[in-house]
């Protein structure tokens, strides 16, 4: 029952998350704090000018976010013309603002003009080693090809990424490894690397612990902030969102980025550029730690389990759908069986993170709850059918043949005698898929679709390990609870002579 | 009556069975006897339908078996294996009532029944909630026992019936068999090798060795007037056991 009510309760979401570009307005942002505080000013901003809002946080990366634009599922979010011009617009070149605009225009999206500062990459070091090895510009890397360089996954992928930056400027490193931003200063600050990118507008660049590399060849194109938006919104909201023009430059960013690392708070962060007295001077006085609110966490981590558990609870109801009759199918000795049970076990085979990955890419899915909930389901399928197929195999034939000689149909075959015996393979099956589901649901966050995963991204964009912890512990205990209602389930599901011990005569 | 008219068994180049006619007469009891791999079981597997003949037809009561007509005739048939082929997740009551509850027969006609085959079998009432791991050996074969017989077969086909019970209880059920297949007064066929076994219980022998049947007759005639010396000997090995 309640199982059902969970199923069309979010179908019925479905519906409602899809057509999103009509009559609310939906703020993207990028998995990283900037974009998070752009988002909460354009969030501010439009509500000023009378728009309900939302802001999906940290959709993921550039072509997602790119991506759900596109689509209209979301309204506008923040973007720097470096990317515009090299990633979206795959343009050979520097090229001006009004060209890329002319350019964006077939694809029924606007582009504001600059907000003010420009957040370009750049290599940064710890001083500390800098100073040492007087390394001061990109070029002196070339005398210490030794050093460890650590980048994250989009800037070794990017075609203004590393490897022209490497090739350009004749370096031949070592050692170069991704890893993901912000531990990635964790990386420099405990020795563990030497050199990984940045962003000029970093917070971490704040505190002097860091060097920036000269950037002597001229390699980085700028990356201007701006707003991308859909042609097709509000004219007024797009007057209020160019209002935003020229009033953000980088002392302001860098001040709201490490406000916002420090709180955690993105909303709070962005309320400083609202603040008449910040416009002023950006320098001014940290706040005060705040105390940990326990009444807004419980709520909001009643919302990602409720979240997860649907997430959960969809995927895992659909693979027992299919995942039983193609379990009972690849019991039957045969080819069919082969295949069945190759194809299960090679999407197994493929990370998870891949397969979201993958999913997204297919037109008709795309950055939405639904990929999530595929992905999920393709992984629960093979515990499932495997042990489907070996519960039925197992039974022995003395059994399998007093069913039939009985006079029993086929069907009933299966439906009294077959599958009440297979009943103990089949559960522990569905209890495996379960279990790894609800760790892998925690990956539905990074297309920005919740869950317990969403503390965990963000966690990671701000460099916070007390954010990551609120979701990684729930999402374990989750995982316990599952495997004990599964205990439980067992003793209802399970017919009663099959848990029997043996009768010693 | 169970009549089988050029029936053989092949399994690639082997045969299980050589084309064989033999005849099972109603209201009597046959038994189907032989050395390991002389194709007793088949001849039973090949009447219930669960091997398909390579050649031949086979008639129960009047009825060709074929593909097609299965289901029908098997519910015509009661059928019980060596360890009583019970399903462990039913209980004693559940395994006898699944074919009657699948048919929907009246719940009292069914009761009745049951209680008739408990006094039949002599099958303690209070065993019957009981799962088949709660049972013993002997009372496991009761339980396969009563869910033969619950639709009232034409036919009764038992395989080794009492083959993994030891003496003791085998001896007891003997005893209690052919009490049982006298009051029943229906076609029986069992399969043993034990021939002290067939000759208590059985009105007709048919002797196989190697897919073949050797002779077919009454405990006496194998005795007196064995067809060949394979005979004599099986008797004789069979015999000293007896006697023991």
Same mark, same amino acid.
């Given at each position: 029952m309640k199982l059902t009510r969970c199923i069309f309760g979010s179908l019925w979401l479905c519906v409602l998350i899809v057509p999103a570009s009509a009559q609310s307005l939906r703020i993207g942002s990028k998995a990283f704090t900037e974009s998070y505080v752009l988002g909460e000013i354009a969030k501010r901003t439009l509500a000023d000018a009378g728009f309900a809002s939302e802001h999906k946080q940290g959709m993921g990366k550039t072509g997602i976010v790119w991506a759900a634009l596109h689509s209209g599922q979301i309204t506008c979010y923040p973007e720097y013309t470096g990317t515009i011009s090299e990633e !979206? =617009?795959?343009? $050979? @070149?520097e090229i001006t603002t009004g060209e890329? *605009?002319? &350019? !964006? &225009?077939?694809?029924?999206?606007?582009m504001t003009g600059e907000l003010g500062f420009n957040d370009t990459y750049a290599l940064?070091?710890?001083k500390e080693l800098a100073d040492r090895l007087r390394i001061s510009k990109i070029s002196d890397l070339k005398k210490h090809p030794g050093l460890r360089v650590a980048l994250t996954h989009e800037f070794l992928e990017r075609k203004d990424g590393w490897k022209p930056l490497a090739s350009r400027y004749g370096l031949n490193m070592d050692h170069v490894a991704g890893v993901e931003h912000t531990l990635g200063y964790d990386a420099l600050l405990a020795g563990k690397a030497d050199v990984k990118d940045a962003y000029s507008t970093d917070a971490m660049l704040a505190g002097g612990s860091f060097s920036v590399l000269q950037d002597d060849l001229g390699y980085f194109p700028t990356y201007k902030a701006v707003f991308l938006y859909r042609l097709d919104a509000p004219i007024k909201a797009i007057v209020a969102l160019r209002t935003l023009e020229g009033e953000i430059d980088e002392t302001r960013m860098i001040r709201m980025n490490s406000e916002a690392e420090k709180t955690k708070d993105f909303t709070e962060a962005a309320s400083l550029f609202f603040n008449p007295a910040f416009r002023k001077s950006a320098g001014g006085g940290a $706040?005060?730690? *705040? @105390?940990f609110d326990w009444t807004l966490f419980l709520h909001k981590l009643a919302g990602w389990t409720l979240r997860h558990l649907e997430l959960v609870g969809i995927s895992l109801v659909l693979a027992i759908l299919v995942g039983v009759p193609l379990g009972i199918v690849a019991s039957r000795p045969g080819s069919l069986s082969h295949v069945i049970l190759g194809v299960t076990g090679m999407i197994q085979t493929i990370p998870s993170l891949a397969l979201l990955a993958l999913l997204v890419s297919v037109p008709l899915l795309g950055i939405q709850v639904q990929t999530a909930i595929v992905a999920l389901f393709l992984y629960s399928l093979l515990p499932i059918v495997r042990n489907t197929a070996t519960g039925l195999q197992e039974i022995p034939s003395s059994l399998r043949e007093s069913a039939a000689a =009985?006079? =029993? &149909?086929?069907?009933? *075959?299966l439906r009294k005698v077959y599958m009440p015996m297979a009943s103990r393979t089949i559960l522990a099956g569905i209890k495996t898929s379960a279990i790894i589901n609800v760790g892998t649901a925690t990956l539905a966050a990074l297309i920005g679709q919740g869950g317990l995963g969403e503390p965990i991204v963000s966690g990671l964009a701000i460099n916070d390990n007390r954010t990551i912890l609120q979701g990684a512990i729930p999402a374990a205990i989750l995982a316990l609870l599952v495997q004990f209602g599964f205990g439980l389930l067992d003793m209802l599901l399970i017919p009663k002579g099959l848990r029997l011990p043996a009768h010693t005569e | 009556m169970i009549e089988l008219r050029g029936v053989s068994k092949r399994f690639g180049s082997d045969y299980a069975l050589h084309p064989i006619d033999l005849v099972m007469n109603g209201g009597r009891t046959t038994a189907l006897i032989g050395p390991s +791999?002389? +194709?007793k079981s088949t001849v039973l597997r090949l009447i219930v339908g669960l091997l398909e003949p390579t050649s031949g037809t086979i008639v129960v009561e009047k009825q060709t078996v074929t593909p097609a007509d299965l289901i029908g005739i098997r519910r015509k048939l009661g059928y019980v294996i060596q360890d009583g082929g019970l399903f462990p997740h039913l209980t004693s009551r559940q395994n006898i009532l699944l074919m009657p509850k699948h048919l929907r027969t009246a719940e009292s006609d069914s009761q009745r029944r049951l209680n008739e085959l408990c006094e039949l079998t002599n099958f303690p009432a209070d065993g019957l909630d009981r799962y088949p791991v709660e049972l013993s050996g002997g009372q496991r074969q009761r339980v396969s026992l009563m869910r033969a017989l619950i639709l009232d077969p034409d036919v009764l086909l038992l395989d080794e019936p009492l083959g993994a019970l030891d003496p003791l209880v085998r001896s007891g059920l003997q005893t209690e068999l052919k009490e049982i297949f006298q009051?029943?007064?229906k076609t029986v066929v069992f399969v043993t090798h034990d021939m002290a076994e067939a000759g208590y219980l059985a009105d007709t022998i048919v002797l196989l060795q190697s897919g073949k049947i050797v002779q077919h007759g009454c405990l006496e005639d194998l005795r007196e007037r064995p067809a060949n010396s394979f005979v004599t000997e099986f008797m004789s090995a069979q015999r000293s056991l007896v006697q023991l």
């Open positions: !979206l =617009l795959k343009s $050979h @070149g890329m *605009q002319r &350019e !964006l &225009e077939p694809f029924g999206i606007g940064v070091m710890p $706040h005060a730690p *705040q @105390g =009985l006079g =029993l &149909e086929r069907s009933a *075959q | +791999g002389c +194709g009051r029943l007064k």
